[in-house]
């Protein structure tokens, strides 16, 4: 349905950008530009922070470590983000893939108790020395089901997932998490409607990155653990949506919210720049920077120096 309706704009010259998931299916439907994390380096990601948690990894000699066997469990199987993200950690981890198991639970049509115990079964004896879940849906299942196995003991099984959130953060200060890959939906969100604004003022738009095979604007994966793990306050407002003054109100519109809203007319921010900015290509630099400070609310110090004598006189 997204796919024919974002045919349909483009059809019709509606520029259209996109965000979050689908940008395979975006692209080839027309789609301009799109800001997600790639599913694929988000499972690398994960392999990576595992295999440094075994001794191995990029720079240390021995690229698997300790790490001999591997889980990841879909929750939802067909989802081509969740495949995307298993791919990405088999490659990373190396260890073939016959190396890395795929546990497939329905949580939606089995509910959290037999998915559980799903779960349970598939850990018995311990064989894993990782696991992945594909989202943060089955966290609290998932969690529950490895200390009932008793395998983090046992073997020192890791657990690692996707997406944040409070439960997510308390299991990670708690131990009962390694590491969470967060794909910041909140500059998903911001970035592609600033984006789109952009591009419909000046008919540009940034290049395909070359860190994507798809060509997506990355807004993450970025890993999370216990050693970057957000203060409290940092996570209330995450999860408000960070509120910008004059709004006040949760995300549900009516309940104030609990993170204190940012006055962006108190922003102030300076450029540095070197000393010839006289050359007419600053002209355009100079005028779109001032139209974003204004755009946003914010002050902004950037003034253009005065010409000046070349030491050569």
């Known amino acids: 349905a997204v796919e024919a309706a974002v045919a349909e704009a483009v059809a019709h010259g509606v520029p259209v950008f996109g965000m979050n998931s689908g940008y395979r299916v975006a692209e080839i439907a027309g789609a301009l530009g799109f800001v997600a994390m790639d599913e694929r380096l988000g499972g690398a990601a ?17 690229s698997t470590g300790n790490l001999t066997r591997a889980a990841f469990i879909n929750h939802e199987k067909g989802n081509g983000a969740l495949d995307a993200r298993r791919e990405g950690l088999v490659a ?7 190396a890395v198991d795929e546990i497939v639970v329905d949580l939606a049509a ?5 998915v559980g115990v799903q779960i349970q079964l598939a850990l018995e004896g311990c064989p894993y020395d990782a696991v992945l879940l594909g989202g943060g849906s089955l966290l609290e299942t998932a969690t529950a089901a490895l200390v009932a196995s008793g395998c983090a003991l046992e073997r020192g099984t890791l657990l690692g997932s996707f997406d944040t959130g409070g439960a997510a953060y308390a299991a990670l200060a708690t131990g009962r998490l390694a590491f969470v890959i967060s794909q910041q939906s909140h500059l998903q969100g911001a970035l592609s409607v600033l984006l789109a604004a952009t591009y419909v003022t000046t008919r540009k738009r940034l290049a395909r990155s070359a860190e994507s095979e798809s060509g997506v604007w990355l807004s993450g994966p970025k890993v999370i653990n216990l050693r970057n793990l957000p203060s409290d306050t940092l996570q209330t407002c995450e999860e408000a949506g960070f509120p910008v003054c004059p709004n006040t109100l949760a995300l549900d519109g009516v309940a104030e919210s609990q993170c ?3 006055d962006r007319s108190e922003i102030v921010i300076a450029g540095v720049l070197h000393g010839v900015t006289t050359d007419s290509f600053w002209d355009v630099v100079f005028e779109q920077a001032g139209q974003a ?6 002050t902004l110090k950037l003034d253009r120096l005065q010409p000046q004598p070349s030491p050569e006189g």
């Open 46 to 62: 994960a392999a990576e922070e595992f295999l440094l948690a075994f001794g191995g990894g990029a720079g240390t000699g021995n």
């Open 110 to 114: 089995d509910g959290a108790s037999t």
């Open 293 to 298: 400070a204004d755009d946003l609310g914010i």
């Open 260 to 262: 204190q809203c940012t």
């Open 92 to 98: 990373g981890l190396a260890l073939g893939d016959q």
